[in-house]
C-alpha cells in the first residue's frame, strides 16, 4: 500500500516558464529604465558648449600662455577660509595688474555648488575674492582681459580640507 499522496499531474508547464522569462525580462528592462532615467537627470560630462570654437580659440590661448610665460610670469592661486587668493607677478617679481579679473569655482563632476566671482585688487597687489567651499575638490578657472601678451587663463584644481 502506498502513502504518496495523488497529484493533479500538471507539473512546470510551458505557462509556468512563460511567467519566469516574462517577469526576468521585465525586471532587467524596469532596472534599464531607471538607470537611464538617472543618468539622464544628472551630470552630462559637457564640457563646453561647441567644441568648434574651442578649437578656435585654443591655439590663441596657448600662444599667449606661451608669451607669458617667457616674459616669466607666475601665478599662484590659493584659497583660506572666507577667501580665495590670487597672486600674479612678472618677471621682476612685480605684481602685475590685469584689471577686471573673474574665477569660476565649480566641482570637477556633478555641475553643482558652482561660483563665479570678481576678484578685488588689494594693496598689495595681489587679487582676492568672499567666498566660503564646502570641503571638497574643486576647479578654478581665473580669467582676465586682454593683456599686451593676450588673455590671461588660469586653470587650477585645489583641495579644500575642512568645510567652513
Same mark, same amino acid.
Given at each position: 500500500?502506498?502513502?504518496?499522496?495523488?497529484?493533479?499531474?500538471?507539473?512546470?508547464?510551458? #505557462?509556468?516558464?512563460?511567467?519566469?522569462?516574462?517577469?526576468?525580462?521585465? %525586471?532587467?528592462? *524596469? %532596472? $534599464?529604465?531607471?538607470?537611464?532615467?538617472?543618468a539622464?537627470?544628472?551630470w552630462?560630462?559637457l +564640457?563646453v558648449? $561647441?567644441?568648434?570654437?574651442?578649437?578656435?580659440?585654443? &591655439? =590663441?590661448? /596657448?600662444?599667449?600662455? &606661451? *608669451?607669458? /610665460?617667457?616674459?616669466? @610670469?607666475?601665478?599662484?592661486?590659493?584659497? /583660506?577660509?572666507?577667501?580665495? !587668493?590670487l %597672486?600674479?607677478?612678472?618677471? #621682476? /617679481?612685480?605684481?602685475?595688474?590685469l584689471?577686471?579679473?573673474?574665477?569660476?569655482? $565649480? !566641482?570637477? +563632476?556633478?555641475?553643482?555648488?558652482?561660483?563665479?566671482?570678481?576678484?578685488?585688487?588689494?594693496?598689495?597687489? *595681489?587679487?582676492? #575674492?568672499?567666498?566660503?567651499?564646502?570641503?571638497?575638490? @574643486? &576647479? *578654478?578657472?581665473?580669467?582676465?582681459?586682454?593683456?599686451?601678451?593676450?588673455?590671461? &587663463?588660469?586653470?587650477e !584644481?585645489?583641495?579644500? =580640507?575642512?568645510?567652513?
Open positions: 500500500m502506498s502513502t504518496a499522496k495523488p497529484t493533479s499531474g500538471k507539473g512546470f508547464t510551458g #505557462a509556468h516558464m512563460l511567467m519566469m522569462a516574462v517577469g526576468f525580462f521585465g %525586471v532587467i528592462i *524596469a %532596472v $534599464n529604465i531607471t538607470m537611464a532615467t538617472l539622464m537627470k544628472s552630462t560630462g +564640457v558648449t $561647441n567644441s568648434y570654437v574651442a578649437s578656435q580659440e585654443f &591655439e =590663441e590661448k /596657448r600662444l599667449a600662455h &606661451e *608669451a607669458q /610665460r617667457a616674459a616669466g @610670469w607666475e601665478a599662484v592661486l590659493t584659497y /583660506r577660509p572666507g577667501a580665495a !587668493r %597672486v600674479i607677478l612678472d618677471g #621682476a /617679481r612685480a605684481p602685475i595688474d584689471g577686471d579679473v573673474s574665477i569660476l569655482l $565649480n !566641482r570637477p +563632476v556633478g555641475g553643482h555648488d558652482d561660483k563665479a566671482l570678481a576678484f578685488e585688487r588689494k594693496a598689495d597687489g *595681489a587679487y582676492e #575674492a568672499a567666498v566660503e567651499l564646502p570641503a571638497g575638490l @574643486w &576647479e *578654478a578657472t581665473v580669467t582676465a582681459a586682454d593683456t599686451a601678451l593676450g588673455p590671461f &587663463e588660469l586653470r !584644481r585645489m583641495r579644500v =580640507e575642512t568645510a567652513p
